[in-house]
């Protein structure tokens, strides 16, 4: 039987989504108290990975068991062995052809930035930032990244291609608090951090928009900027229709 979860978890606390060998991450701690509820072994297969110190407010997996769980019990039975870092938000049965991963239509991410005082316990979930925010030039570059592009200069790490879509980039402001939010289909690694550090490097007036639109229209032309702190970074949410 297949069963969906929709989780929160504070990246802070692990060394990212993915299991590693010797290391405590969020796939890591599920797997084993899956492994403990059922008696035997279960792997989990995420909506995607978020790096070391990115949180997820809605990150989503599927997983498969040999016994049938009322989803409810096994809700709470999750949440009891993966407290207090991690939070089952939701949980229910799917059909067998739902994959976390592939069934994927669009994800939300936002990044946020403190432009007020220094909060040292908000440290871990904000990236402080202590020059003057231009909110126009923040607008002004995302333009850019709305839409298809190769996003080659963005990301890290090889792949087959590097082609991706942006919906959309909203940004809104709370008192001290900014909000980037970014919706598209496919973020790949560091992707959400470097679009980031691309406009706060424009907002300091370290590059102009001829260079990033250059970043993202030649394909042979490397170069990089910033890469914003993971502490800013949030899975917000991922959707499936």
């Given at each position: ?10 990246g802070?606390s692990?060394y ?14 599920l797997?084993?108290?899956?492994s403990i509820i059922?008696?035997?072994k279960v792997?989990?297969?995420?909506a ?9 407010l809605g990150?989503c997996a ?7 769980i009322p ?10 062995i993966v ?12 059909g ?9 239509k ?5 990044y946020k930035?403190?432009i007020g005082s ?9 990236y402080?930032?202590?020059n003057t ?5 923040l ?6 990244f709305?839409?298809?592009h ?11 291609h590097f082609?991706?879509s ?9 008192h001290?608090e900014?909000a980037?939010v970014?919706?598209g ?13 691309a406009?706060l ?5 370290k590059?102009?928009?001829?260079l990033?639109k250059?970043?993202?229209e ?8 910033r890469?914003a702190?993971?502490?800013?970074l ?8």
């Open positions: 039987m297949r069963y969906f979860i929709k989780f929160c978890y504070d802070s692990f990212g989504f993915q299991r590693q060998k010797d290391k405590v991450t969020v796939q890591g701690e797997e084993k108290a899956l059922s008696k035997k792997c989990i297969k995420g995607g990975r978020t790096d070391v110190g990115v949180h997820a990150q599927h997983f498969d068991l040999q016994v049938s989803v409810e019990r096994l809700k709470k039975a999750i949440n009891r407290a207090p870092y991690i939070l089952i938000l939701e949980c229910k049965n799917v067998m052809d739902f994959h976390a991963r592939f069934s994927v669009s994800k939300k991410y936002i930035i403190n220094f909060i040292p316990f908000k440290y871990r979930y904000y402080f930032y202590e925010l231009n909110l126009n030039k607008r002004e570059c995302a333009d850019l709305i839409g298809k190769n996003f080659h200069n963005f990301v890290s790490g090889d792949r087959e082609n991706g942006i919906e959309d980039i909203e940004i809104h402001v709370n001290d900014v980037i970014f919706k289909r496919s973020f790949y690694r560091y992707m959400v951090r470097n679009l980031v550090g406009m490097d424009y907002n300091e007036g590059c102009d928009l001829f990033i250059k970043m993202l030649e394909d042979h032309f490397n170069y990089q900027l890469c702190p993971a502490r800013g949030y899975l917000e949410g991922v959707y499936y229709e």
